[in-house]
């Protein structure tokens, strides 16, 4: 529990001022970026490319010349370029801060040419020729610029994180991973509402949000839902911060908050595991034992006819 208060305290002084928040961003990416390009990509970022583009494949999502939104583009735009890669569409990147990473991003399109060029691949062949001849493009582009132009993105970075300045009714797609537990929890009506006005009418928005706590990663001793024994006021108070913010909003209310926004549920699946016998503090009090035990969300839903 000390590794765990610590790094918490520690997000908090960070911050604690816009010095400090941009220091945390700084040294946090140099790290970041060594530790990626050390690794290389990992299995389930190819897990969720697979799994991306079969939900893609399987309600006939995208069709050439469609516009997809990346929602938190982060630091590889991993869906984002994957999409690009296997299916002709022009990409928005939207983000509230800058931390692109293009050492590790490299890193990351390397090992996904060295996957696609994999005779065990089962992809169909001329998807398989196209995205290979695009990834070899795009790496040998000596910037983000270059990239951009191969793989037909532009991005977007607006720091108030409110979704304005895009076009309305405009993408058949947004996608995000691990971003929406990110987003602050009283924005969020707000948020969903204004995604589902960027889509098309009968557009669809694929999600993955991450429900563990983010401060399990630090001290993996703790119960990946450890924020369970915490009430509200206890969490502000003590462990809620601006650099390392999660929302620890459950899948009962995501489901509600997507309904509230006007989205048709498509899919709603989760990844469960083991949260002991961790106490529940009121917020989470009511929740079934699944619910409870939910450590990951895949949504599908779709902007209505």
Not at 188 to 196: E, F, G, K
Not at 252 to 281: I, K, M, Q, Y
Request: a negative charge; hydrophobic letters at 40%; glycine letters at 6%.
């Amino acid at each position: 529990m000390l590794k765990y208060a610590g790094v918490a305290a520690a997000s908090k002084a960070f911050s604690a001022t816009p010095a400090g928040r941009r220091l945390y961003r700084r040294v946090g990416n140099v790290a970041l970026e060594r530790m990626r390009v050390a690794d290389g990509l990992p299995q389930r970022y190819l897990d969720r490319a697979d799994r991306l583009l079969a939900v893609c494949d399987r309600y006939d999502v995208l069709a050439p010349g469609d516009r997809v939104l990346e929602m938190g583009t982060g630091w590889v735009h991993w869906e984002a370029t994957v999409l690009a890669l296997h299916h002709d569409v022009r990409v928005t990147l939207y983000d509230v801060c800058d931390n692109r990473l293009l050492g590790a991003y490299r890193a990351y399109l390397a090992g996904y040419r060295d996957h696609l060029a994999d005779p065990a691949h089962t992809a169909d062949p001329q998807r398989r020729g196209r995205a290979l001849e695009l990834v070899e493009a795009a790496l040998r582009a000596e910037d983000f610029a270059g990239i951009y132009d191969v793989l037909g993105f532009e991005y977007v970075m607006e720091p108030a994180g409110r979704l304005s300045g895009l076009d309305t009714g405009s993408y058949a797609l947004e996608v995000s991973a691990d971003v929406l537990e990110h987003v602050p929890a009283a924005a969020l009506p707000d948020y969903l509402d204004r995604a589902r006005e960027l889509l098309r009418p009968g557009g669809y928005a694929v999600h993955q949000i991450d429900l563990v706590d983010h401060y399990h990663y630090f001290d993996t001793a703790m119960s990946p839902k450890n924020y369970y024994r915490f009430d509200d006021q206890t969490w502000r108070r003590w462990f809620e911060n601006e650099v390392q913010y999660f929302n620890r909003i459950q899948r009962p209310e995501w489901r509600a908050l997507f309904a509230g926004a006007g989205f048709s549920t498509v899919e709603d699946l989760a990844t469960t595991g083991p949260v002991d016998d961790t106490p529940l503090a009121r917020p989470f009090a009511g929740l079934e034992a699944e619910d409870r035990a939910c450590m990951q969300m895949l949504t599908v839903h779709r902007r209505p006819v």
